[in-house]
């Protein structure tokens, strides 16, 4: 096969339209055929076609298969293959590949560390998948899936198992609990990733809340965008721009991660009338360098998305080899400060088990 041309993503694309990745593999693309045969830009072929597990697969990325499959039994694995495509075999610390691909040291005991430090399993006891800790916001778990099994992510013990906004009686139950606490005025829409589910059981969760007129926001968490774009089609977009009360957020942590198919879902969301805020993670050996924060932030205010925060890893189990220190994350953020300017600059914060609101550093 042809070794084909460079995309502007840094992937290649073969000359009969695959997508090679930087570790050399082929994924065959058939378009237009809604799926049959292989389509690269159906979100369901990408799901039923992620990597999972100690696949064979990662090897030629530097993967310990065994002690994959060592972390896969406590932190699931999975990959889309549109994010698999953007990793690096030739850089095995790569930033991206730090993000999408296990590392036994997820496995190291840190002391003061909990698969659950913000206790979100008790908190599902105002109902059915219904959590909250700030008085005026309820998070309601949509899904317990993603595209991708983030390395960092803050729940990622956590969602095998959990409570899920499934059945319209629970759907009914937890509007029910909104509606009797009129302080609430956001809602947002979680897991796992919300959308994984379809179209009509999205909008129907959306519209639940939105018809609500104590509520004045509706956010989706996502990374979508990041890891599956191809979601986020303009129908989906339009359905929900429609709601007029509608934001969502989404986490870049890499300007690698801004291809021209993110950037393009992103402004799919935005032209429709959807604001999209990004929440990045400062992650060592990602994105704890004020050059590469810039470039991140630089990079979505060009393509029209809000840099909002810039956490610090929460006190999670499962993910020592990201913390960056407090005293360099704040280095970072007044080093950044005199980069950009007011629209670019995201709050640096910090999650803390009990506190009343984001710390900032």
């Not at 697969?57 to 310990?64: I, P, Q, S």
């Not at 499962?318 to 670019?344: D, Q």
Request: charged share 25%.
């Amino acid at each position: 096969m042809s070794e084909g041309r460079r995309s502007e993503d840094g992937g290649r694309r073969s000359e009969g339209g695959g997508r090679r990745s930087e570790g050399g593999q082929i994924m065959k693309i058939k378009k237009g055929n809604g799926g049959v045969g292989g389509d690269w830009g159906d979100w369901r072929w990408q799901m039923r076609h992620a990597v999972e597990g100690a696949s064979s697969e990662l090897a030629a990325f530097g993967v310990d298969l065994e002690a994959a499959a060592r972390v896969h039994v406590r932190y699931p694995v999975r990959i889309s293959p549109y994010a698999f495509s953007l990793l690096s075999r030739e850089s095995p610390g790569d930033p991206l590949n730090r993000q999408a691909l296990p590392d036994i040291d997820e496995l190291a005991d840190e002391e003061e560390m909990a698969a659950d430090p913000f206790a979100e399993k008790g908190r599902a006891a105002c109902c059915h998948g219904l959590k909250q800790r700030f008085p005026d916001r309820v998070l309601v778990m949509a899904n317990d899936q993603c595209a991708m099994a983030c390395r960092h992510c803050t729940r990622k013990g956590l969602l095998k198992g959990t409570e899920v906004v499934r059945t319209p009686a629970q759907l009914a139950a937890a509007v029910a609990w909104v509606r009797a606490h009129p302080a609430v005025r956001e809602v947002l829409i979680s897991g796992g990733d919300p959308l994984l589910l379809s179209d009509a059981r999205l909008l129907a969760l959306v519209r639940a809340f939105a018809r609500l007129s104590q509520v004045d926001a509706v956010r989706i968490g996502t990374r979508a965008p990041v890891t599956l774009p191809m979601r986020v089609t303009a129908a989906l977009a339009r359905r929900l721009g429609a709601f007029k009360k509608v934001w969502v957020n989404t986490q870049f942590n890499h300007a690698r991660e801004l291809t021209p198919e993110a950037a393009a879902a992103c402004a799919r969301l935005v032209e429709a009338g959807v604001p999209v805020s990004n929440q990045s993670v400062l992650l060592r050996g990602v994105n704890d360098s004020t050059d590469a924060l810039f470039d991140l932030c630089a990079a979505l205010q060009r393509a029209r998305v809000r840099p909002y925060y810039v956490f610090l890893c929460d006190p999670v189990a499962g993910i020592p080899h990201f913390r960056v220190p407090i005293r360099r994350a704040r280095r970072i953020a007044r080093e950044l400060a005199l980069r950009l300017g007011g629209l670019a600059l995201p709050r640096f914060v910090r999650d803390v088990p009990g506190a009343p609101c984001k710390l900032p550093l």
